[in-house]
Nanobody, 113 residues
């Protein structure tokens, strides 16, 4: 079965940076389109970024220019580099295998002074 495990979340001050990782198992990772979503308290889950098998990327307007999604197929891992973090970025961040429709369990990101 496909499993996704996120890591790298935590508490950071506004303007700081974090890098999230999502390690996949049970799948041929290199052919998958992968996405990062987030859900803040009281809000709907939203797409943050996605990356295809050919490294084509998409970013939500709210994070464009600040976040970068990338992948390392040899390590079965997708990353989300988050720079210039804002309090409104506070959320649980979820990795998603779009082809397999499998979610990770999420990692908390808190941006606060």
């Amino acid at each position: 079965q496909v499993q996704l495990v996120e890591s790298g979340g935590g508490l950071v001050q506004p303007g700081g940076s974090l890098r999230l990782s999502c390690a996949a198992s049970g799948t041929i990772f290199g052919i998958n389109t992968m996405g990062w979503f987030r859900q803040a308290p009281g809000k709907q889950r939203e797409l943050v970024a996605r990356i295809s098998s050919s490294d084509s990327t998409y970013y939500a307007d709210s994070v464009k220019g600040r976040f970068t999604i990338s992948r390392d197929n040899a390590k079965n891992t997708v990353y989300l580099q988050m720079n210039s973090l804002k309090p409104e970025d506070t959320a649980v961040y979820y990795c998603y295998d779009i082809g397999a429709t499998v979610w990770g369990q999420g990692t908390q990101v808190t941006v606060s002074s």
